[in-house]
């Protein structure tokens, strides 16, 4: 078994709404409450910051699944949107919608087409932060296979 560590460094100067800094390897941003929950916006903020680990973990281990399937990959991109519901003063993230577009190169065959859309489906729950957030965030696919 290997283990893999992560570490960041904080740092928040006082109350709600300052602005604060993280760095964790090649992340270094500002911190801040966003605007949406009447913060000063500044730099980035967990919400934003939970929707790139699960969107970049996804993009990435989708990669690498089409990767090792041989399939004639010709371009990827993605969308993803957060939605935080707020009840009562409380935050909850509720859910997170991938939207990839995936594009086979010309002449694929039917195959090809049939292998990548499993993969599509696949890639979310094999992705270890769509683990980690399992039962706790929904997560949503719209696909769009080309």
């Known amino acids: 078994m290997a283990e893999h560590h992560f570490h960041l460094t904080a740092d928040w100067p006082g109350g709600r709404n300052s602005t604060g800094s993280i760095e964790a390897g090649n992340l270094q ?38 990767e090792r399937a041989k399939l004639p990959l010709k371009e990827m991109s993605l969308q993803s949107e957060g939605i935080v519901d707020v009840t009562d003063g409380v935050f909850t993230y509720k859910k997170i919608i991938h939207k990839p577009v995936v594009e086979l190169q010309e002449g694929s065959e039917k195959n090809d087409y049939k292998k990548l859309e499993k993969l599509v489906e696949k890639a979310e729950s094999s992705c270890m932060i769509s683990r980690a957030v399992k039962g706790n965030v929904e997560i949503e696919l719209q696909p769009t296979v080309k």
């Open 29 to 66: 941003t500002k911190i801040s409450i966003p605007p949406e929950m009447d913060g000063p916006g500044v730099g980035t903020n967990p919400d934003e910051m939970l929707l790139g680990a699960a969107a970049t973990c996804y993009l990435i281990t989708l990669a690498a699944m089409i």
